[in-house]
């Protein structure tokens, strides 16, 4: 499935061997298995398809606004037989973290290279549960502890736990429940970001 998101354009550079491992690699960062989790901007997949092979009693939304990407997801999804557990949405994360079938229903949610901290924490909150862990996979050259204000945060009731390097993530909670205005609406996390 990967050689084919590949292919279509939808996977970065490197052994697709390398991603997978790197997945993997995620579960040890989160102590404990999810039962409800969403990965934000699958795209082709990863890290939310590994995880969920991972943890197969959890339960997963990969949520992708590409059409062309979303499609191949669903695919995925049915080749993989993971359709009693997996599905995917096409919609873009400001719309799904105000439905709630989704809000504050989450325990784990998933980012990599979704987008800038501040944009990635705003949309990613709203769908956590108070409790719930946002796993977010650092660039390479990331300062530990800068890229992620605890007053930004704390606007959303976001708060570090901790950072790790191998692999280079960072591991948020959900401290409080987010507050009813956020997300704002399509667009405004990434022009006007809160830090």
Known sequence: MLEDARARGFLGPGPVTAHVTHARALAAAVPEPPTTAVDLGS?????????????????????EAGDRRARFLETAVERLALGDRVAVRAERAEVAGRDPALRGQCDLVTARAFGPPATTAECASPLLLVGGRLLVTEPPDAAAGTRWPNAGLAVLGLGVERTATDPNVVLLRQVERCPDRFPRRVGMPAKRPLF
């Open 43 to 63: 795209g082709a997949g990863i890290p939310g398809l590994v995880l969920a092979g991972c943890w197969p009693e959890s339960r997963w939304v990969l949520l």
